[in-house]
């Protein structure tokens, strides 16, 4: 899938002029781009506006040529369900549910993936033991990488990270890194990551100062 | 899983509110509607007592006290009269005689009359006259009959006789005319409580009026009318200002009637304001429901669950209550029909099972009607609350 972006900018406040807002581009399939920027200038604006959860914005987003204020409630279900995935900064976990509940609501949409695969992918992750502990219970660092595997439990053509490691040591960053971008690579999807500053090193087609 | 998800948030306690309210709303409107359906016969046309609201009235003695076609045409016109029938009389001279087996015979004069058959409280096929017929049926009113067995058959020596063996004595009508005389055999084919007359088939009076006297012009004495409510101050100054008379003991049982009907509308209505603020608060609880998981629903929202799968979930919890609501309605509905049966015998109404038929099929239209609103609803809040912009996440910038 191929993102244009055209001269986009938020109409609930005014960022500063920067390679990301007012600009012309595009996000194309298979390759990776780094969204930097300091708190507050609007990266998680910028994943909303993909992800179809905000339209206050000026200038146009076209999905494969398509304005995307042009899809309806169903079309942007199913783009949730197979062509988008996101792992929210507020990563947005059932508190009451387990880790392994959390990703199979995801999963079962699509039937992606099965038990073993996702209970491979948890352990990759080093959250394979906590897999039938209610979410709440588990630490912040914990739920970022369940957030994670849930993230990668469906069909995807983008995927967007925001400040997805924030609380995740080097280690597990790196164990995260190699499965997302294995995934990526083999669904040659376009990957979008939203960082306050660090590159987790990963070799990125663009870095959008934003 | 997603209904158990969204199941954690809702407490058991919520739900009976729920149920509680609903049935409360329910139950008072189709035991009211029971009530309504098993009272109709009350005011139908057959009953005596409250039914067809009827006054019959004639004008002042004098010299000429017919009623003319212009008069007629006026009280159709009164928005308060439904019905206008005209009683005719016989313009010939009836000579009535009886004569039974052993017994001797009986003869009187008398007078026939006829009214149109919608005004008469009795049903019957052999309600009919022909040249061709045998015999002239006769309607009498029950007072006739209830005279002769308590005040003349006991000082006469006679026998007492009830409504069977009426029908069976032979009557022989002599009429007199202008221009000719003729016999007619005729019988007490019933009585009549609410029609003070003889009455014979209009058939009969019209071509007997014009065979024997054809040159005397038939007029209306008395006429009857079908009327809304007849206390009503505009009919009764209407008759005051046309100088009609009419008779004070129809006008009592109006009264009742209109009373009796005044409060069933009142229960009615209160019962259908219960029943509106109940599904008031039965859609309150919906919007509680799904307030409470806010969270919950928005964030499934966004992980690709549609608007659809979501409501599903409330729509089946509505369909259960309101399904059990039904079902504790009809219960409600059954034990009030026992407890009103006593009563309702007394105001001589049939209390047959068949208004529960009615009460059923009403209640199956209710919970189709209901859970459409209710499923319309759900969709209206779901979707307003995970509509684009107003989502827990565009608070992140």
Known sequence: ?210 | MISDLLHKQIRFSQLLFFALTSSLGLGILLVVFQLFVDTQSLFGSSNDLLGNQTVIISKAIGKDNAFTEEEIETLKQQDFVKKVGSFTNGTYRVQGSVSLLGMGGMSTDMFLESVSDRFIDVQDENWKWSPESRRVPVIIPKNYIDLYNYGFAPGAGLPQINQKVISQIPIKLSLTGSSKRKMYDAYILATSEKINTILVPKSFLEYTNQVLSPDIEVKISRVIMEVTNPSDPKLLDFFEKNNYQYFQSELLSSRISYFLQLVLAIVLGIGILITALSITLVITNINLLILKNKQTICQLYFLGFSRKQIASVYHKISYKILGVSICIALILVVICKFIFAPFLTILQTESSAFSLIYVFIVAIVLFVVLALYYTKHTNKKIAQMTAVNTSLLTTEI
């Open chain 1, 1 to 210: 899938m191929t993102i244009q972006i055209q001269t986009i900018i938020p109409t609930y406040f005014t960022p500063a002029s920067s390679e990301g807002w007012s600009k012309v581009f595009s996000l194309k399939s298979g390759q990776k781009y780094l969204v930097k920027a300091a708190s507050g200038s609007g990266k998680s604006s910028f994943f909303n506006f993909l992800y179809g959860l905000n339209n206050k914005f000026t200038g146009a987003i076209q999905f494969d040529g398509k304005d995307i204020l042009s899809y309806t409630e169903p079309e942007w279900t199913q783009l949730r369900r197979k062509k988008i995935s996101i792992v929210f900064q507020g990563l947005r976990l059932f508190p009451e549910l387990t880790a392994l509940e959390n990703i199979q609501l995801k999963n079962q949409l699509t039937a992606h993936k099965t038990e073993a695969e996702i209970l491979a992918y948890m352990k990759r992750l080093d959250v394979d033991q906590l897999a039938h502990k209610q979410a709440e219970t588990l630490s912040y660092g914990q739920q970022q990488r369940v957030a994670i595997v849930r993230a990668l439990c469906q069909p995807f053509e983008l995927l967007l990270l925001d400040e997805p490691f924030s609380h995740i040591d080097d280690v597990q960053i790196a164990n995260a890194t190699s499965l997302i971008l294995e995934e990526v690579s083999q669904r040659n999807a376009t990957l979008v990551i939203a960082s306050l500053g660090n590159s987790y090193n990963i070799d990125y087609t663009k870095t959008l100062l934003l």
